[in-house]
């Protein structure tokens, strides 16, 4: 506290350019920049991510390419990212996990959790099935780019009722749009009569689309992160048990058996902020802007560049700023420009994270130096 105080005054405004000055709280929010790290320590999956949990943030979370650069897997090794499909949550049941089945129509799991898997299935054969159909009343799980035909549905006075539609098929996507169009959706089947109906109308063909499918893999900080960089022939599921996810040194992604003892990669979020009393830089001829942070960071690092190192579960941080200014703030144009300029500064200071500034209540006017 004593060094923060210090490094406080060094850089606090001249008395003089204080006079008059107005203080304002900004309210921002900006993604952290993920720091990964390597560990070179054999752990299965689930050790490794309570490994992460309790030294960093969980296990890593790949965002976008440009992530991969700051990951340093050695030469030769592979290494668990937080990517993972446990079976627990789709495996012949219906859960909330986000990894889990969900219908078309609702974009949500049965409340009731029907199901009339075959009983193969769902396999997640090749590492990819992700779509389901209906053969002979049976739920079998398929890659969702095949052509099949489309059962949809709609709902007349009350009742549920299924359509087949003839000579047309489609992948599951094409299926969807169709029955969007012309129906409600692709069939949504929750109840042992419902499944009998809906088999009753598919009678005419092989194997027919149903709404249910499911976004496979689940970031273990349930990041919603779309980014995966497969490795050619990954994911295959080698002998329907590979539900965690290796990258190698080159960000490439594979999938493997999640017992497997391994080295692994943990992130910790990371923000780095500019400190109190720091002048941003927005110094014009006649104002001068000053800010300082409300300090519930955990941990403050009183050396020249005053950043906060701050760890945080969410990607999304908010915190308040103070700012003090000759400006006339209560002038919305003058408030708005200042803004933008502070936006802008933050982002060249802080390459490579998203500020979303915004002005929040002025509270009373308060001398805190
Ligand atoms: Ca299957
Ligand atoms: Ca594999």
């Known amino acids: ?181 012309n129906y409600q959706d692709l069939a949504q089947i929750e109840s042992a009569e419902e499944n009998q109906a809906a088999m009753t109308a598919s009678a005419g063909v092989a194997y027919a689309w149903i709404g249910l499918y499911r976004n496979i893999w689940l970031w273990s900080d349930l990041s919603n992160s779309s980014f995966r960089n497969w490795k050619l022939g990954s994911p295959n599921n080698m002998d329907n048990n590979e539900h965690c996810v290796l990258m190698n040194e080159d960000g490439l992604m594979e999938d493997d058996t999640c017992s497997e003892p ?37 941990e403050y690092c009183p050396d020249s560049e005053l950043m906060f190192a701050v760890k945080q579960r969410r990607s999304v941080l908010q915190t308040q700023m103070r700012i003090q200014t000759d400006l006339d703030l209560s002038d919305a144009a003058v408030s708005e420009q200042l803004l933008k300029l502070l936006q802008e500064r933050l982002q060249e200071k802080i390459p490579g994270t998203d500020f979303k500034l915004r002005w929040s209540k002025a509270p009373e006017k308060k001398d805190s130096a």
Request: proline share 3%; net charge neutral.
């Open 262 to 298: 391994q080295s692994f990669v943990c992130h910790e979020g990371t923000l780095n902020m500019i400190g109190p009393w720091t002048l941003l830089g927005l110094r014009t001829r006649e104002w001068n802007v000053y800010m300082s942070v409300d300090a519930s960071a955990e």
């Open 1 to 181: 506290m004593k060094t923060r105080q210090k490094a406080r005054e060094d850089v606090r405004p001249k008395s003089s350019s204080r006079t008059g000055h107005g203080t304002i709280f900004l309210t921002f929010a900006h993604e952290l920049i993920d720091e990964y790290h390597f560990i070179e320590q054999s752990k299965s999956w689930s050790e490794a991510q309570q490994y992460c949990r309790e030294h960093f943030t969980d296990l890593a979370t790949i965002q976008r390419e440009e992530d991969l650069s700051r990951v340093h897997i050695p030469a030769g090794q592979v290494a668990w990212i937080g990517l993972h499909d446990d079976p627990a949550a789709w495996f012949k049941v219906m859960t909330n996990a986000s990894n889990s089945w969900r219908w078309s129509v609702t974009g949500a799991t049965s409340p009731g959790g029907f199901q009339n898997w075959n009983t193969a299935d769902p396999d997640k054969w090749s590492g990819k099935e992700a779509c389901v159909i209906i053969a002979d009343s049976k739920w079998i799980d398929i890659l969702c780019p095949i052509n099949a035909h489309c059962l949809c549905f709609k709902v007349q006075e009350g009742v549920k009722q299924f359509i087949l539609v003839s000579n047309y098929s489609r992948t599951w996507l094409g299926c969807q749009s169709m029955c969007r169009q």
